[in-house]
């Protein structure tokens, strides 16, 4: 399954494809980041909360890079 559909009379741009890539990796490895340094902040919490606030800031620039792409024309 790709991330975009081709239609007929339609080029796939390389450059939204690798944009649309890095938004969900930023999600979803931001998301995983927080709830890992929710885990590791019960043994070590300068550490948990490294990791919290990096995954957190993580997954609010793959939300913003969303509302990024949906603001670009092809």
Avoid: C
Wanted: no cysteine; aromatic share 14%.
């Amino acid at each position: 399954m790709s991330y975009f559909k081709k239609t007929a009379g339609t080029e796939l741009n390389p450059s939204l494809a690798r944009l649309g890539a890095l938004t969900w990796i930023l999600i979803y490895g931001g998301l995983l980041a927080l709830v890992w340094g929710v885990w590791v902040g019960r043994g070590d919490e300068d550490a948990g909360w490294l990791m919290m606030v990096a995954g957190a800031l993580a997954a609010a620039i793959g939300f913003a890079l969303i509302y990024f792409r949906s603001r670009i024309k092809n």
